[in-house]
């Protein structure tokens, strides 16, 4: 039995789990049935995926179906590429599934998530194996469908009801733009194979169209701005471990379908696709950070946090597009693995901060920071676990968020031997902007774990929590070791990925764990270098010696005090630091232009008993100058059209008799 063969078995399990969860409807069984089941087909998949990326170099097993199309059939392929990303995938379910055996008692509709969790993942599994275009565009909408499903889940919420709305609009908009993708691809013959379309010539104006399809595409899947604005609303609306799978593996379903296209069915690239990419990529970075560090809702915080990393992920993409058309196959596959390894890292981390927030849910009913605080003395595990993710995601050594945006640099730094004045500018200043993303995620999250599990408890749902269950915390610590385990051996990751690269861009990275020290070489030791291990050895070491000293060493004279209490003798949480002003800096330098911040303060008069009161007005720059307008357009137009609804017979024979001759012409032009 092949590879390719167990995958498509994992994804029958996956479909009749699915459907049993309509069987058990709402008993009390199904909840630990339906993730305990979708536990089993996970870890197979996964399994399978790593040995086949890890034995099988050349080998890509192909499967044809008599579904489908009646001339085509649906084709199924296992290659290197594939494979990744399954692994990515069934690591993230399987991990969630886990998750879901504890978080998911607490669910007040389970019978509304558990039929479309397992169907979720498996029109995920499908998309990464279709090898032509009919089965791909079946399974990205059976995906788009399953989780607008789970999206819709608390309905009853007016904004859950507004996600699942605009979300089902940008999946469809996204939906027919791949389908035009594909259409080109497949030229007048309609060779929709994606054997036959990676064999054909592609001309440069069908390159063009095809790559501005598929950022339309794939970038409104992924959360790529301008097409962002319902990843915030609909990632948060379902439950927390359907977050972590949209957030941490649904966005790169789409990187999936970007990277199979462009590197693989197109062939050729140009030089100025890559600078588009690139600047595509900087742009949503430094959008998606910006909004994060606004927010007070956990869940939306972390949404806008992975805009921010789709936006990094499609920098390392854009330049190894610009990096493979001229020529240079190590800067591009340098480019390139940093993309993968960043894939899979936001994967990790991602996915343990949505895990993190659902614990904080769960205890205190509560996603505000503003209502939080303290969490730390009752939620121990979980505050770990969380700050693990902050760090790993502020990009701070020696966490693997560190190891992947490092390499993103070091990408960038191969610039200058580009000949193109306009990537020779461009470039360092897309690097100038990550490196501000990367500073703002770092104070993002600091905001985050500080508001959140520090400090006091500002309100009763704080004080009065209990550390959750034993499932979600195994999630939790398996992600967190994860984390710290890709950090400090980042040279295993690019070996790993390496095939997927080879056979990308035709390059590969040097052999990393064959140099001295588990050291990671991008280019040449002489330019730059990163031992992952030596640096967490170093800080283990010396915070264990200052542990030490502090406490063989230090007075045992033993002195009381009032605690220092910056200036306010007031003990009321209020008095503490809130998500809003810690984020005040950066909303007065950015937010004006960014965001148009507005403050406004109420002061009364001397002997007004009024309450002062303050307030922050923010505006989304890009859903009032573009979505609003477009959303006017589409209203008139279609009351406008309302006509075509009470023409006569003989008018509409007409109308159909032109739209016939019109559609007859574009055929015979396109031919």
């Not at 997927?500 to 040097?510: D, I, K, T």
């Not at 950066?586 to 009161?613: H, I, N, S």
Request: aromatic fraction near 10%; charged fraction near 10%; hydrophobic fraction near 55%.
């Amino acid at each position: 039995m092949t590879s390719l063969s167990v995958i498509l078995s994992c994804v029958v399990m996956f479909l009749l789990t699915g459907a049993l969860g309509v069987l058990m409807g709402r008993s009390h069984r199904a909840t630990p049935a339906i993730y305990g089941l979708c536990l089993l087909p996970s870890a197979i998949a996964f399994a399978t995926s790593l040995m086949h990326l890890a034995t099988s170099i050349v080998d890509a097993p192909t499967l044809v179906l008599p579904i489908g199309l009646p001339w085509l059939g649906a084709h199924f392929r296992l290659d290197a590429l594939s494979s990744f990303f399954l692994l990515v995938a069934n690591l993230g379910s399987l991990l969630s599934s886990l998750y879901g055996l504890g978080y998911g008692r607490h669910e007040h509709a389970p019978h509304r998530v558990l039929p479309f969790f397992p169907a979720f993942i498996a029109g995920m599994i499908l998309v990464l194996l279709a090898d032509d275009a009919f089965t791909f565009l079946i399974s990205w909408e059976f995906m788009s469908l399953a989780s607008w499903a789970l999206v819709m889940a608390h309905h009853r919420n007016a904004d859950n009801r507004r996600a699942g709305y605009l979300y089902i609009v940008m999946a469809s908009f996204g939906t027919l733009t791949l389908l035009l993708a594909f259409g080109l691809l497949a030229g007048p013959k309609g060779a929709y194979g994606f054997a036959t379309m990676r064999a054909a010539e592609h001309a440069p104006l069908t390159a063009g169209l095809v790559l501005i399809l598929l950022l339309l595409g794939a970038g409104s899947k992924a959360g790529l701005v301008p097409l962002h604005v319902w990843l915030p609303l609909a990632h948060p609306a379902g439950p927390s471990h359907v977050s972590a799978l949209m957030s941490g593996i649904m966005t790169k379903i789409a990187i999936y379908g970007f990277i199979r296209i462009t590197f693989d069915l197109l062939g050729t690239s140009m030089w100025w696709s890559g600078l588009i990419v690139l600047m595509l990529g900087a742009g949503t970075a430094a959008f998606g950070i910006l909004h994060a560090l606004m927010e007070r809702d956990l869940k939306r915080l972390l949404a806008y946090s992975t805009i921010e990393n789709i936006g990094v992920i499609f920098v390392s993409l854009g330049l190894a597009l610009a990096f493979k058309a001229d020529g240079m196959g190590l800067a591009a596959a340098l480019a390139l693995t940093a993309a993968l390894f960043h894939v899979l890292n936001h994967s990790f981390f991602k996915s343990l901060l949505f895990f993190g927030a659902g614990a904080v849910l769960t205890a205190t009913g509560a996603r505000d920071m503003e209502k939080l605080g303290g969490l730390i003395h009752h939620m121990p595990i979980t505050s770990f676990t969380f700050l693990v993710g902050c760090v790993s995601i502020s990009a701070l050594p020696p966490f693997n968020g560190f190891a992947s945006e490092w390499l993103v640099f070091q990408a960038i730094l191969q610039s200058p031997d580009l000949p193109q004045w306009a990537l020779k500018i461009a470039v360092p200043a897309v690097g100038g902007l990550l490196a501000l993303s990367a500073a703002l995620a770092a104070a993002c999250f600091i905001k985050a774990f500080g508001i959140t599990f520090l400090g006091r408890p500002r309100t009763a749902s704080a004080d009065e929590v209990a550390e959750v269950d034993h499932f979600s915390l195994a999630a939790m610590c398996v992600l967190a070791g994860l984390c710290l385990l890709t950090g400090i051996l980042p040279g295993a990751i690019i070996d790993g990925v390496s095939p997927v690269v080879f056979s990308l861009v035709g390059e590969r990275m040097p052999r990393q764990m064959d140099i001295p020290w588990l050291s990671i070489v991008p280019i040449a030791e002489s330019r730059s270098s990163y031992n992952g291990l030596l640096v967490f050895l170093f800080i283990a070491v010396s915070a264990s010696a200052t542990i030490f000293i502090v406490h063989r060493y230090a007075s045992r004279t033993l002195r009381r005090s009032a605690a220092w209490d910056c200036g306010f003798p007031e003990s009321s949480p209020s008095t503490q630091y809130t998500a809003g002003s810690f984020a005040q800096p950066v909303r007065r330098v950015f937010g004006t232009l960014a965001l148009r911040a507005r403050e406004r303060v109420d002061m009364p008069a001397p002997g007004d008993l009024r309450p002062a009161t303050f307030s922050v007005e923010q505006q989304d720059l890009i859903w009032e100058g573009l979505y609003v307008p477009i959303t006017g357009a589409v209203g008139f137009a279609a009351e406008k059209l309302n006509r075509l609804q009470f023409l006569s017979i003989r008018r509409y024979l007409s109308l159909v008799f032109l739209a016939l001759v019109f559609l007859l012409l574009v055929l015979a032009l396109w031919s």
